[in-house]
């Protein structure tokens, strides 16, 4: 099956600092990456749409400037979260589309576990 | 637009009883569905969908739903429930042959008691 990593698996950093995660597809290539947030017991909230090559597309209310995605290769796509605070304390899921295989179908990443001290 | 109701946050059943998880949709085409379940701290893991083929699918883990265009439902159903099934489980809609980018439910929480 098609497999989604995202590094890293949990992380804390202090406020005003900025955070990386990585989200990649080990066995196919994704044209399309997705970024979600969870709050706790929440449902997803999708934030952004990535596209290898091109800027990403931002969900209404979702700040371009705070949340800086790039999606350089085909199997790579990384949030930054810039000059983090306590409220961004969250869940980050990533998710990619699998569309080389013949079907069209989106798997997800483990999450991260980012908290702003 | 599109949006996805799922009826109770929590759903508790005894082991080896059936399990019922409620997924209501609306959509102004024909939709694509899916339920995926979350383990803690996890990502979502695809149980099975729905994509125009037959109305009754059958995922992983015994799980199977079934599609009722006239209620407008997708509901999700075990017919014993074991301990392990305890999780996050998420319907989730996407418009077939439009916008791929899905919309999901609130999300249910199933709680299996021995």
């Known amino acids: 099956g098609a497999v989604v990593s995202q590094h890293p698996s949990r992380v804390i950093c202090k406020s005003g600092t900025s955070v990386k995660i990585e989200c990649r597809s080990l066995?196919?290539?994704?044209?399309?990456m997705f970024w979600y947030r969870q709050f706790p017991k929440q449902s997803l909230m999708l934030m952004a749409t990535?596209?290898?090559?091109?800027?990403?597309?931002?969900e209404q209310g979702v700040e371009k400037d705070k949340f800086l995605i790039n999606h350089a290769s085909l199997t790579l796509s990384t949030l930054t979260v810039t000059s983090a605070h306590p409220e961004d304390s969250s869940f980050y899921i990533c998710?990619?589309?699998?569309?080389?295989?013949?079907?069209?179908?989106?798997?997800f990443g483990p999450g991260t576990r980012l908290t702003v001290t | 637009a599109q949006s996805v109701t799922q009826l109770g946050s929590h759903v508790s059943v005894s082991e080896g009883a059936l399990v019922l998880l409620r997924c209501n949709y609306s959509?102004?085409?024909?939709?694509?569905l899916f339920w995926y379940v979350q383990y803690p701290n996890q990502g979502l893991q695809l149980l099975l969908k729905y994509t125009s083929a037959a109305t009754l699918v059958k995922g992983i883990n015994g799980f199977e739903a079934e599609f009722k265009k006239s209620e407008t439902s997708f509901h999700l159903t075990k017919p014993s429930a074991h301990m392990s099934d305890a999780a996050e489980y998420f319907c989730a809609l996407s418009a077939s042959g439009g916008s791929y980018i899905p919309t999901f439910g609130r999300g249910t929480s199933l709680i299996v008691h021995p």
């Open positions: 959509s102004s085409v024909p939709p694509y």
């Open positions: 066995d196919f290539q994704a044209t399309t």
């Open positions: 998710s990619a589309r699998a569309t080389d295989r013949g079907w069209d179908e989106q798997y």
């Open positions: 990535s596209n290898e090559g091109s800027k990403a597309t931002y």
